[in-house]
């Protein structure tokens, strides 16, 4: 199997990590639409600086390297058991060697507390497509368009997009994170005494998510443990808070 390593992204590998990525991405709109490509999101660019520079920033950013050479990025942002792939790319000129299934095998391997991982890929992107659905085992979830947009997607950034999601079987890494996420919660429950929106909305949006069914799922099949404060599991008991 191909071998790679990922390297944390140096402040000083920034810029030339940006531009890396941006000819990437050009180059798979390129070999679909040939010269006359009008997808981009700056000029000259599928994506934007802006774009590549916010995803380094909220996420953990990483060098791929082989041989001691960079052969591409990739940025991923992790939350408990979830996890998202902002970026994944591989220089055009080591395509087809594995590198990017390499680098997948890293990711995973790296977060064994993360079951769900999301990522998102212009529909045009037909090399992706195939990467993330046929070698990854991730599945196609939703097409974001002018009919269906992504949520808190004001600007349309998301249009033509699919997003993917994998899920893998739980682990003890992934439980022991759950565990810690409805500790959050159940504090919060006990603080919305007070009436705070901010407070209230977090309980609400953890209450409509699929963390909490799989939090919920998580504590029908016994893995939490029985001397766990799990309030917040209650539908009832959350439902009639949220009512009240």
């Keep these: 199997m191909t071998e790679v390593q990922l390297i944390p992204l140096e402040a000083s590998e920034r810029e030339q990590f940006i531009k890396d990525n941006q000819e990437a991405f050009n180059y798979g709109a390129l070999e679909e639409f040939g010269q006359r490509d009008d997808h981009f999101e700056e000029d000259g660019e599928i994506i934007s600086h802006d774009t590549i520079s916010h995803a380094i920033d909220e996420g953990a950013a990483?060098?791929?390297?082989?041989?001691?050479?960079?052969?591409?990025?990739?940025?991923?942002?992790?939350?408990?058991?979830?996890?998202?792939?902002?970026?994944?790319?591989?220089s055009?000129?080591?395509?087809?060697?594995?590198?990017?299934?390499?680098?997948?095998?890293?990711?995973?391997?790296?977060?064994p507390e993360?079951?769900?991982?999301?990522?998102?890929t212009p529909y045009f992107e037909k090399r992706n497509i195939h990467f993330y659905v046929n070698r990854c085992g991730f599945h196609i979830v939703?097409?974001?368009?002018?009919?269906?947009?992504?949520?808190?997607?004001?600007?349309?950034?998301?249009?033509?997009?699919?997003?993917?999601?994998?899920?893998?079987p739980s682990t003890p890494e992934s439980v022991q994170e759950q565990i810690k996420r409805i500790a959050?919660?159940?504090?919060?429950?006990?603080?919305?005494?007070?009436?705070?929106?901010?407070?209230?909305?977090?309980?609400?949006?953890?209450?409509?998510?699929?963390?909490?069914?799989?939090?919920?799922?998580?504590?029908?099949?016994?893995l939490l443990p029985k001397d766990m404060k799990r309030g917040v599991l209650s539908e009832d008991g959350i439902y009639n808070l949220l009512e009240e």
Excluded at 114 to 120: F, L, Q
């Design 142 to 168: 939703e097409y974001f368009n002018e009919h269906h947009c992504a949520p808190d997607d004001k600007d349309g950034e998301l249009f033509e997009m699919f997003r993917f999601k994998k899920i893998l």
């Design 184 to 222: 959050h919660y159940e504090k919060i429950m006990q603080e919305t005494e007070n009436g705070s929106p901010e407070l209230l909305k977090a309980l609400s949006d953890y209450y409509s998510s699929s963390a909490w069914k799989r939090d919920y799922a998580a504590d029908e099949a016994g």
């Design 92 to 111: 055009p000129d080591v395509h087809s060697k594995g590198i990017g299934y390499a680098t997948w095998c890293e990711i995973e391997a790296m977060h």
């Design 114 to 120: 993360v079951t769900v991982w999301e990522t998102v």
């Design 62 to 90: 990483y060098r791929i390297m082989q041989d001691n050479k960079p052969v591409g990025g990739v940025v991923i942002k992790t939350e408990y058991d979830h996890g998202e792939l902002e970026l994944l790319f591989v």
